[in-house]
């Protein structure tokens, strides 16, 4: 078993994402029909919730609008990795239920 890459402590959290941190209104600005041409945008309000995970190593938002009359339910995951000092973000949603969106 190899070992574990090491990490400086000072870089084993990011503050990258911080100022996403409480509840929000939002003003969404959607195309609709994206990929194929479109040109109709919507736009909608809607709330988005975040808060920290993991002592500073992520952190997942809330987000809820209602979009040409349907609710739409979403969540965004956020993992920042001490060694590559990168964020991977996954979204998940009402829209198309089951799925994890890659990063």
Same mark, same amino acid.
């Given at each position: 078993?190899?070992?574990?890459? @090491?990490?400086?402590? *000072? %870089?084993? #959290?990011? !503050?990258?994402? *911080?100022?996403?941190?409480? %509840?929000?209104? %939002? !003003?969404? !600005?959607?195309? &609709?029909? =994206? ?10 309000? $809607? ?5 920290? /995970? /993991?002592?500073?190593? $992520? &952190?997942?938002? =809330?987000?809820?609008? #209602?979009?040409?009359? @349907?609710?739409?339910? $979403?969540?965004? /995951? =956020?993992?920042?990795?001490? #060694? ?7 979204? +998940?949603?009402? #829209?198309? +239920? $089951? ?5």
């Amino acid at each position: 078993m190899s070992a574990l890459p @090491q990490v400086n402590p *000072d %870089s084993f #959290v990011s !503050h990258d994402f *911080d100022f996403l941190f409480g %509840s929000w209104k %939002s !003003h969404n !600005h959607f195309l &609709n029909g =994206r990929l194929r041409g479109s040109d109709n945008w919507i736009d909608f309000d $809607g709330t988005l919730e975040v808060e920290p /995970l /993991l002592n500073g190593l $992520g &952190n997942i938002d =809330r987000y809820a609008a #209602v979009r040409n009359g @349907q609710t739409v339910l $979403g969540t965004t /995951l =956020r993992l920042f990795n001490p #060694v590559t000092q990168e964020w991977s973000l996954y979204w +998940a949603d009402n #829209v198309r +239920a $089951g799925i994890l969106q890659p990063p």
